[in-house]
């Protein structure tokens, strides 16, 4: 058995540290199964050897955390255990010095949440095509428009596109009532979802009666040249290799253009390609244009929809490795 003490500056690290009923603390012990308690401004750990290192570790990353002014949640904790298994503890300094992106209505920074998010921003800000390619709830869409925001706020473009292709994953569009816009909106609500969230709805309206923000379905995008525009092209995996084509090639002087999606999650006919998967193969290497690929790691949904996207990927390799 090992003892290991850590020392802690100020009673509201470890207000923050031990977390609501002790629970950030015994996801800790849960985990790495030791014993962790608090004594005269010291944590002290108790268990094996092993175990306790890596506890100190996860502990001594948390404290960055705390310390950055950021409160604890599953998710970060979750997080920072997967980075204590990976070695990649000592890059916590990257996470906690990443500059704020843009700030919500509410006043809600927002900055990146993991390494992986922390990468695609970059590559978001360098280049002036990026390609984001990653399972549901890393944050690929959200991110995006807050970048868009923020370069649309710092007038640095002049106004905002949105799209995405209106592709029936199991449902018709003809069942739908409405006009052909009523429509599609549902298709496009989760990125008026995010602008709200970053602009109010107020703005937001106020805004799109401008014409500086427009979300519309990719069809829309046909014939057009797009300057001074910051474009993002969302669910890019329900693009046909044309539409992909098409879409790329509406790209102007003086804008930005984003396009993310999920390869494993495309509902295509079965007769049709994705674009997005061709243009992950063959725009490789070429400058200006950055390829970022998330993972399950990057996932800052609810805990489960990290483990759901695991076990459908074992699956996948199960079912690859039979065939």
């Known amino acids: ?22 629970e950030n603390i015994k996801r800790l012990e849960n985990h790495y199964n030791v014993v962790i308690s608090s004594h005269s401004g010291q944590i002290k750990l108790i268990g094996e050897t092993i175990d306790v290192t890596n506890a100190s ?35 916590i300094s990257r996470l906690t010095n990443a500059d704020c992106i843009c700030v919500t209505a509410k006043g809600k920074p927002i900055k990146p ?64 009532p409405g006009d052909l816009q009523q429509k599609v909106d549902p298709y496009l609500r989760p990125l008026y979802d995010a602008l709200y969230d970053m602009l109010g709805a107020e703005n937001f309206q106020r805004c799109q009666e401008r014409g500086d923000i427009e979300v519309a379905p990719l069809a829309y995008m046909r014939g057009r040249t797009l300057d001074d525009s910051f474009i993002i092209l969302d669910e890019a995996q329900n693009t ?4 992909m084509k098409m879409f790329l090639t509406r790209l102007g002087f003086n804008s930005k253009a984003v396009v993310t999606g999920d390869i494993t999650q495309i509902d295509l006919p079965g007769d049709k390609k994705s674009g997005l998967k061709q243009a992950v193969q063959i725009l490789k290497g070429i400058d200006d244009i950055a390829i970022t690929k998330l993972t399950a790691k990057d996932v800052v949904r609810h805990r489960l929809v990290q483990e759901i996207i695991n076990a459908y990927e074992r699956n996948g390799e199960a079912n690859e490795s039979k065939g």
């Open 57 to 91: 570790r996860a502990i001594k990353c948390l404290l960055e955390i705390i310390n950055k002014g950021e409160n604890l949640t599953a998710q970060n904790i979750d997080y920072v255990i997967n980075m204590v298994a990976d070695g990649d503890d000592d890059k």
């Open 113 to 176: 949440k993991t390494l992986g998010q922390r990468k695609y921003i970059e590559a978001i800000r360098k280049n002036t095509i990026t390609i984001g390619v990653g399972p549901a709830g890393t944050g690929k869409t959200y991110l995006a428009v807050a970048l868009a925001v923020n370069a649309f706020r710092a007038k640095q473009v002049n106004r905002i596109i949105l799209t995405r292709p209106a592709v029936e994953a199991g449902e018709k569009l003809g069942f739908l």
């Open 240 to 243: 046909t290799q044309e539409q």
């Open 1 to 22: 058995m090992m003892e290991l003490l850590i020392d802690i500056e100020r009673v509201e690290q470890l207000v923050n540290l031990f977390g609501n009923l002790d």
